[in-house]
């Protein structure tokens, strides 16, 4: 049996995986102050979050404009961790290329979305600082209701996965194509119980949630993905000079 199967979270549809202090608490220090430590401008300021984006936004046309990523996001967690889960082998680039920095003050969160073909449909997501509360929403056939009433009154979601600080959780298969993910905006994330959070079995201190609740801190991701389309920047400059 390898790590990652059995680091299934069996009550999800395929595929989720999920490995409690998969950083150590130093690494995840050292990460904190890193990213802390980067230019402002490095911050997009969202009206419900800010981002840090590596190395760069995609172009419109969804591509990365080839870069190594900086060191504190590459080591330890994609080498050797991630190398070592060989979850990424069997996409194009072997790794991850890109990843988002996601800040959530108190109270803040993210709308349910899904994050489209521009990836390989794998996502690796690093927990920093606080634990939070992932939703998970089927998404609706038919164009006219993808996502309507996601995140609505009375449209509760249909899974919940608790994400511990320094822990890893991995979505891939129709659990990245079928379902929208989000997270709500409350300044307290409550109903914590084996029942109603899916990974509750593999959680690493459960005993940190035996009240059923706890108040939102500070919590940051880190989601690790690989873009399909990759443009070298020669070649860029060659197609940006076509036209004089
Ligand atoms: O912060 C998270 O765990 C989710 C982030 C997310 O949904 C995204 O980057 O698309």
């Given at each position: 049996m390898t790590v990652l199967d059995t680091a299934s979270?069996?009550?999800?549809?395929e595929h989720a995986y999920y490995i409690p202090n998969f950083i150590t608490a130093d690494e995840e220090e050292h990460i904190l102050k890193q990213m802390n430590s980067v230019?402002?401008?490095?911050w997009t300021q969202l009206s419900h979050r800010r981002l840090q984006t590596w190395p760069s936004a995609l172009t419109k046309l969804n591509a990365l404009l080839a870069a190594p990523l900086p060191e504190w996001l590459h080591d330890p967690i994609i080498s050797p961790r991630l190398e070592q889960l060989g979850c990424f082998s069997d996409a194009p680039h072997k790794a991850p290329n890109h990843v988002l920095i996601n800040e959530y003050c108190a109270g803040q969160g993210i709308m349910p979305h899904e994050d489209g073909?521009?990836?390989?449909p794998l996502v690796a997501t690093v927990s920093l600082a606080a634990p939070i509360v992932l939703d998970l929403y089927e998404k609706k056939m038919g164009r006219e209701s993808v996502g309507v009433g996601a995140g609505q009154e009375g449209m509760g979601p249909k899974y919940r996965v608790l994400q511990e600080p320094r822990s890893l959780l991995i979505t891939t298969g129709s659990l990245y194509t079928q379902y929208l993910h989000g997270i709500a905006e409350t300044l307290r994330d409550d109903k914590l119980t084996p029942e109603s959070i899916c990974n509750w079995d593999l959680l690493g201190d459960p005993q940190n949630y035996a009240t059923g609740t706890y108040e939102r801190k500070t919590r940051i991701s880190l989601t690790y993905r690989d873009v399909l389309k990759v443009a070298k920047l020669g070649n860029s400059i060659k197609f940006l000079n076509r036209g004089k």
């Open positions: 979270v069996t009550s999800l549809p230019p402002l401008p490095r073909p521009a990836y390989y």
